[in-house]
């Protein structure tokens, strides 16, 4: 990542917990200018908000050691609870399910990795039956790592630390998968739609159930691609239990076409009035 001087500076106050009234007077620019360098750094590191912009400084060691300020602040321990106490912030305002925990322990379970790395293996390989906002998984990371379920390791390159799972996380995920899960309530745009679909008209509703038989044929050529993958990988013990999940969404998706076939047809006699 190429940053100025200014935004490196303006990366590791916000990483220190600072507001931007804070960071303004502290480097002598107005807040604007402070807004606009985090808007260009979370564009150029691929970030969303502020917690992640603070572990990613964190895993890429770019914190220098804590100064008194900072540990007047937050207490022997510096800067370093700045990530806990920013992730607190953003948590008390963002709606979880709170299985977020589950998601990222399990993830780190499979293997040690970056914050980055894990945000895109939840999305890539969790992708197909789970998604998560970036936004939830920067602060489960703090909080998992601050309760002692996850730890920091570094990276053989000596460039960017990894999350690993410790003991107790694994312990503690056992017990969250024992769990029974969550239900969802139901929220099915193209239903809700079917089911006035008096009002919108015949063709409209057509228009619905052609996208959803596209939609799910599409999904089909994923899934079969996701298979193809995870049986050409060098098997692990893990990979049974994994295509499990990828044929639950080859059923899905199967049975979505042949509902929009069959919907297709009773709209057909619908227009007729036979």
Not at 75 to 97: E, H, P
Not at 220 to 231: S, T
Request: charged content about 25%; glycine content about 8%; overall charge neutral.
């Amino acid at each position: 990542m190429t940053a100025t001087n200014r935004e490196e500076e303006v990366l590791i106050t916000v990483a220190r917990g600072r507001t931007n009234g804070e960071i303004a007077a502290e480097h002598h620019i107005s807040t604007s200018t402070v807004k606009f360098d985090l808007a260009s750094l979370m564009t150029k590191i691929g970030v969303r908000n502020r917690v992640e912009l603070a572990m990613w400084a964190y895993e890429t060691r770019r914190m220098p050691p804590s100064t008194d300020e900072d540990r007047r602040r937050y207490g022997s321990k510096g800067w370093r609870r700045t990530l806990k106490n920013i992730s607190v912030r953003y948590s008390r305002v963002m709606a979880s399910d709170r299985q977020t925990d589950v998601a990222v322990l399990g993830a780190l379970s499979v293997e040690p990795m970056s914050g980055y790395a894990l945000r895109q293996a939840i999305t890539d390989v969790l992708g197909h039956f789970w998604s998560e906002s970036f936004g939830q998984i920067y602060p489960t990371l703090a909080e998992l790592r601050a309760a002692g379920l996850v730890e920091v390791t570094q990276a053989d390159d000596d460039s960017k630390s990894k999350f690993a799972i410790t003991t107790h996380g694994l312990e503690h995920l056992r017990a969250r998968l024992s769990e029974p899960p969550q239900s969802e309530r139901p929220r099915n745009g193209t239903l809700l739609r079917l089911f006035f679909g008096r009002r919108l008209g015949i063709d409209g509703c057509r228009g619905l159930l052609e996208q959803a038989r596209s939609q799910a044929t599409g999904q089909l050529v994923g899934f079969a691609a996701i298979r193809r993958e995870i049986q050409t990988e060098e098997p692990t013990d893990d990979h049974p239990f994994f295509l499990l999940t990828v044929s639950a969404g080859e059923h899905a998706a199967r049975a979505t076409a042949a509902w929009a076939e069959e919907s297709l047809l009773a709209l057909d006699r619908i227009e007729s009035g036979s």
